[in-house]
């Protein structure tokens, strides 16, 4: 047991990494706070689900078209800079957000806007914050730290939205967005202990043209890589969008601003498990990847069925530990098969595949369960997900036959 707790935590032995664990967890807790809170206000004031949809493609819009150029910067610039500035610049619109609601002058053009405001700098700020861990990590550790920041992340999940079911209802909106600036704060000051000299240097290439087509064609010769980023921009269409589709099913059950926080808790709890997991055991290679995909859609369709509060909650654990687990083997995956020096901008492109397609699954999303019920977009979604995952086994046993081989116990790399 020991030697497993070892394991699993084995990134925890460097200090930096400590320190970015520590100020994540506690951003991530907020993020998610103000996720749900977002959520809630607008179901609040519109009661539309086309409207929460639309509201969360404007966010995630700009991933869309600035997240590729966001990897060549963090590609090139000292990424720890570019992590205090976005949090610097990601306070302000959760604090504009909660000054609204403190004054009543909330409404659904001006929540948009913050949307869009939050959506630049989370584009920015995803690569250099996916990437940053491989910085304060020896090599051997790097998918261990993946596998941890997953954790981390979902810890978050499970955490924000079920503070934040908690303070909507005793101490108001307002809190949960000001307490989102706290933890931006918290952040800033973790990323300002870490010393110059725990930060492994790179080789930072001067500006040239073509960098961002660079980064395109070594993902697209790269079967594992290619097949990862076609796979998460299909189930990102058609499923990954629990800030729409998460809220819409838990208002199918109860009306209740709490059941949205039990929903993304239990999710959230299933990705925690899901990720320690990974981190101990897993092996990052694409045959556990693909088999994390189909288990993914598998999860998603048991979701749409289910009868019951109780058996949705299950089924939310289920599905929060297999996505986790399919999204951070994605995400190892990207990093073990990409040279250090075009890793920020491969994984650009991957943030992009998972979150740039919100602008259309969002109000996709919205409008299908708004017209034919939640339960009904989330079942599509899972059966062109499998489909998808199908299709890729099949892919990349034709394209990479060696990478696609059950590897030996020697050569396997834990995440």
Known sequence: MSGYLSATFRSMRHRAYRLYFTGQIVSTVGTWAQKVAQAWLVLELTGSGTLLGVTVGLQQAPTLFLTPWAGIIADR???????LCTN???AVPAAAMGVLVLLDRAAVPAIMLLAVLIG??????????HTFAADIVPT???????????TMFNAGKVLGPAAAGVAIGSAGLAVTFLFNVFSFLVMIVALTRIRPDEIRPRDIRPKKRGALREGVDYARRTPVIATALVLMTVTGLVAYEW???????AREFSPDAAMIGYFFAAMGAGAIAGSLSLAGILVAAPRTFLGAATAFAAALGVVSLAPSTWTALVAMFVLG??????RALAASLVQLESEAVVRGRVVSLLIMAINGTSPISGPLIGWMSQTYGARVAIGTGAAISLLAALASWRYLAQAAPERFAVPERADRTHV
């Not at 051997?140 to 997953?150: G, H, K, S, Y």
């Open 321 to 326: 530990a297999v996505a986790t687990t399919f």
């Open 77 to 83: 610039i000292d990424r720890r800079l570019m992590l």
């Open 88 to 90: 610097w610049a990601a």
């Open 243 to 249: 800030n729409t589709a998460v809220p819409l099913l």
């Open 140 to 150: 051997e550790d790097v998918t261990n730290a993946v596998a941890l920041n997953a």
């Open 120 to 129: 630049i700098v989370e584009a920015f700020d995803k690569p250099v914050r």
